[in-house]
Nanobody
């Protein structure tokens, strides 16, 4: 069982930045692919960014490319999402997810492929 706890959300003006963190309980964290998803009211949960177990491979949704950066620190069992140039349409509850993926270069992008989920952290961007 892997527990994930997100933090770093909040209220920010358009054009501002936030850095989300997701702390994992798994000692084998370095064997997990990690992902960030978001869900706005009335909308489906959508992929934002993903990172392979070794941290060398990443993927992003088109809507956040060039603005968001996903990274991880395997020694701290933590994955991050740096969000710059935030827009009102980025407002959502942001979730991190984990999937046991020993193939270190694999980036998982589908919601249904992730087994473990955090409870989310709210990001609100005002115009």
């Amino acid at each position: 069982q892997v527990q994930l706890v997100e933090s770093g959300g909040g209220l920010v003006q358009a054009g501002g930045s936030l850095r989300l963190s997701c702390a994992a309980s798994a000692r084998s964290f370095s064997l997990y692919a990690m992902g960030w998803f978001r869900q706005a009211p009335g909308k489906e949960r959508e992929f934002v960014a993903g990172i392979g177990a070794n941290g060398g491979d990443t993927a992003y949704a088109d809507s956040v490319k060039g603005r968001f950066t996903v990274s991880r620190d395997n020694a701290k069992y933590t994955v991050y999402l740096q969000m710059n140039s935030l827009k009102p349409e980025d407002t959502a509850n942001y979730y991190c997810a984990a999937r046991f993926t020993p193939e270190s270069t694999v980036v998982v992008v589908q919601t249904y492929d992730y087994r473990y989920w955090g409870r989310g952290t709210q990001v609100t961007v005002s115009s």
